[in-house]
């Protein structure tokens, strides 16, 4: 699956297309997001940013394909993510914690192992290679000691920390996070973030959604978005003129 | 809007103002009418009243004929006919009793006359069995009573009532006569009398019967137990019984069910109709009289002629875990409530991740309406109630995708719209012969070999189809986002698991009953969900709870004399109750 995406980029296609899109969620209201165009690239650690409801989670779902737009086009590696369900495999989703249904009968384990479902016999059985997955993605996550808690019982930190675990188990092509940082302590965002950079330098792409972000210094491009693009360049470039000097930090 | 949410609406608006309209018209006519008004509760004293009455006053029953007392819904028009009428007389038990004090609140108690009051003070009749008008000689010993109430509110006419009640005393003791005589064509040792409730009890004392059972013994309930079902099957057994009657009030009931299941597995007849409160114009019994006389003529031919029995038990054991499994009826009723249980907790188990569990109550009732609908229709009750079900299952998860009402609020917006279009109709034709309360409990003891074959096959088929997409399922209750970006048809698994809730609800309601069937989807996952902390666990868990409280229910309801689905649901929430006790005490820990 990897190779078949190395090809498409080798042949200097980029991973992901926006190309006017534009997307409504009801007939009478104003577009969330309108005419967005930009290309993303494997390797890359791309910032999405901008307001709140300024079009950031719109623009995420579109790429999965969770939301069909009224124009333009979005190809991921390709193809159609709306029509083409195999595609969405390739990516990595990690949507908001508050999107997770805690209050159910599951393990931080468990819902690591979610990611391998695809690949899940039985009920909820696991194969030994997909029990070596969990573990090694639990590991570097630093939740060893936390594997059989309850989500109900761990920390919003510990939480998100568990979702990016999810998604390094499905051995995507790329990541699209979610607000990813929103409301965590700095040992985990930190934790988060090293391994980020590390999935990026494998060849991975990272798409982060924040509003707010501490360390910038991985950031390759950011695309500032609210409702239209605002802006879109190197970090030092961008941020500084839209007059977001929050944004910079360290 | 959409025709799923104005289909209700509709019918609601088309349903209400027919009575409202038919009780002005009532009120408007009786104003001018001549004449002594009496209205009584049921149709056999109607019969009896007019006869002392005559031509000075018009006594009406509430109740029609045909139509059992315990599916009676009150409407505008008859509350206005007990509120207009000169005297209201009721006997004063069950369901009948309840009518009585409706009326004596909105008369403010005058002219309202309850007759089990002298019947008790005389000897005549109890609460526990107030059929004394079965005994034509006890109806003779209250004439005197009934004369003096009508000649309380209209004294010129006491010398006629007296004329009235003088000539019908001398028709009761001809008719008495007549009993006696016809009776004597029964073979002595086959006047032996096996009924729903006990109807016949006065007939019998009379007339030299005995009474060798009935299924429930006090008026007015409807829970069979396994002990009483089975001690029935004994003691028809035992007493060489060949026949068992069916009470015409009871033609459409579960209790008829449970008398049919046990006679089959006696390998004897079952009888219809012995009229007890009810008349039938229809076939012929217009009258008291022409009611007993059917009656005796039905108990004549039917014991004189019937077969000895080819009924026997599956084995011989009084060893206690085996004892309440010697019929294969218990064997059927203990086999469709572990499954429709089992079937129930594991379709629950994801209804209760998804926030869902109250859904289990409002498609019971949708598929209640369903079942309403297809009896006047003439439909079949599964497909009628499955087809409301369905309807509901859809409609709440259109409304709620459509508006920003939470799940909670669309659910019961829909639950009491489907349990008002069942009371609705129901009141608008006067009752019916099915009692909403006996399909509310049906019962593990009148499961019938079809009943159980297709409880088989539809729990298991549940049970397999949920097991098969259970992991899926899973993902998509605990992070539908997540499922739909990993490529899940998140919409296909909605709808399964709304068609599962569905199929699985109104499975189990025809077997095991309503409150069971809600129950079973909730409380053993509630238990579940407390005592696990893996997925597989949870179900395990909820499944195992289901089953084990099923079993128990049986052992509870053969022993303790006790309804077995509401035992069940009772072992099911002690556990809970332990489970949440245990909760508490690990965190004060």
Redesign the interface.
């Known amino acids: 699956m990897l190779g078949e995406a190395k090809l498409a980029v080798a042949s200097g296609e980029p991973a992901c297309v926006m190309d006017g899109v534009t997307v409504r969620y009801s007939p009478g209201l104003p577009p969330a997001v309108e005419g967005v165009s930009f290309r993303l690239g494997l390797g890359e650690m791309v910032l999405l940013a901008g307001p709140n409801g300024g079009g950031k989670s719109t623009i995420l779902k579109a790429l ?1 394909g ?1 939301v069909r737009p009224e124009s333009g086009r979005v190809l991921v590696l390709g193809r159609d993510p709306v029509r083409d ?2 595609v ?2 390739l ?1 990595g ?1 990690v ?1 908001q914690i508050s ?3 805690i ?5 931080l384990w ?2 690591v192992s ?1 990611g391998r ?2 690949r ?1 016999g039985g ?2 059985r696991l194969s030994r290679e997909d029990e070596e997955a969990v573990e090694e993605a639990v590991r570097l996550v630093g939740l060893s000691d936390k594997a ?1 808690l ?1 989500l109900s019982e761990l920390s919003g930190g510990m939480l998100a920390r568990a979702l990016i675990a ?1 998604a390094f188990v ?1 051995d995507p092509v790329m990541y699209f996070l979610d607000e990813p940082f929103e409301s965590i302590d700095a040992q985990s965002e930190s934790i988060i973030m090293e391994l980020l950079v590390r999935e990026k330098r494998r060849g991975k792409l990272v798409l982060i959604a924040e509003h707010h972000m501490g360390d910038l210094g991985a950031v390759d491009r950011v695309i500032y978005v609210n409702r239209r693009i605002i802006a879109q360049g190197r970090p030092e470039e961008v941020l500084p003129r839209l007059g977001v000097p929050g944004m910079v930090g360290g | 809007m959409d025709w799923r949410i104005l289909l209700p609406l509709l019918l609601l608006a088309l349903a209400v103002p027919f009575p409202a309209l038919a009780g002005y018209e009532a009120r408007a006519s009786s104003g001018g009418g001549e004449g002594l008004q009496v209205v009584v509760t049921i149709p056999v004293l109607a019969d009896i009243v007019s006869r002392i009455a005559g031509e000075r006053a018009h006594v009406e029953s509430l109740v029609e004929p045909g139509i059992s007392v315990a599916t009676y819904e009150l409407t505008p028009r008859d509350s206005a006919r007990i509120e207009e009428a000169d005297l209201f007389i009721y006997v004063g038990y069950g369901s009948e009793e309840v009518l009585g004090e409706y009326a004596r609140s909105i008369r403010e108690g005058a002219g309202v006359v309850r007759l089990l009051d002298v019947l008790e003070e005389r000897g005549l009749a109890t609460e526990d069995n107030p059929y004394f008008w079965v005994d034509p000689l006890r109806i003779v010993e209250v004439l005197d009573y009934l004369v003096g109430v009508l000649s309380e509110v209209d004294p010129q006419g006491r010398g006629y009532y007296e004329a009235n009640a003088a000539e019908l005393s001398k028709a009761l003791m001809e008719l008495d006569e007549w009993i006696r005589e016809r009776v004597e064509a029964i073979p002595e040792d086959q006047r032996l009398l096996v009924t729903v409730r006990d109807t016949m009890r006065y007939y019998a004392e009379r007339y030299g019967f005995e009474v060798v059972g009935y299924v429930v013994a006090r008026p007015g309930t409807y829970e069979p137990t396994a002990k009483s079902v089975t001690g029935l099957l004994d003691a028809i057994l035992e007493r060489g019984v060949r026949v068992a009657f069916i009470e015409y009030e009871e033609a459409g009931t579960t209790l008829r069910e449970v008398i049919e299941i046990i006679s089959e597995e006696a390998g004897i007849e079952t009888v219809g109709f012995l009229y007890i409160e009810s008349l039938a114009p229809q076939l012929g019994v217009s009258t008291y009289e022409e009611m007993m006389r059917a009656n005796t003529e039905l108990l004549v031919e039917s014991l004189s002629l019937a077969e000895a029995s080819g009924g026997r038990r599956l084995y011989e054991s009084s060893f206690f875990l085996l004892e309440p499994f010697r019929y294969d009826f218990m064997v059927r009723g203990t086999l469709a409530l572990i499954l429709a249980m089992a079937a129930c907790s594991l379709v629950g188990a994801f209804a209760v ?3 869902w569990a109250i859904f289990g109550d409002a498609l019971a009732h949708g598929a209640l309406a369903g079942l309403v609908v297809a009896y006047f229709i003439g439909a079949s009750y599964y497909l009628g109630a499955l087809a409301a079900g369905l309807f509901v299952a859809l409609s709440v998860s259109s409304v709620e995708r459509r508006t920003r009402l939470r799940a909670d609020v669309v659910i019961a917006v829909t639950f009491v719209t489907m349990l008002s279009i069942s009371i609705v109709l129901l009141s608008r034709s006067g009752g019916a012969t099915i009692s909403i309360e006996d399909v509310l409990f049906a019962d593990v003891t009148a499961v019938s070999p079809e009943m159980m074959a297709r409880t088989a096959v539809l729990s298991l088929a549940v049970i397999a189809f949920t ?1 098969a997409i ?3 399922l ?2 998509y ?3 539908p ?2 499922a ?6 998140t919409g296909l698994l909605h709808y399964s698991l709304l068609g599962l809730l569905a199929l699985t609800i109104v499975t189990a309601f025809f077997a095991i009953g309503y409150v069971p069937t809600i129950a079973a989807m909730m409380v053993p996952p509630a238990a ?2 407390i005592l ?8 395990l868990k909820s499944v195992s709870i289901a089953i084990g409280s099923a079993i128990a229910g049986v052992y509870a309801s053969y022993y303790l004399d006790v309804n077995a689905g509401a035992s069940a649901i009772l072992f099911s929430a002690g556990i809970f109750a332990l489970a949440v006790a245990a909760k508490k005490s690990l965190n004060a820990r």
């Open positions: 999965i969770l369900v195999g969405r495999r990516i989703y949507p999107e997770l249904n209050h159910a009968p599951l393990t468990d819902l979610m479902r695809p899940l009920l909820f059989f309850k999810r499905q | 991740i998804r926030g097991l259970g992991r899926h899973l993902v209750v605990v992070d986002t997540i739909a970006a990993m490529g899940v048809r579940a969900f696990s902390r893996r997925p597989t666990e949870f179900i």
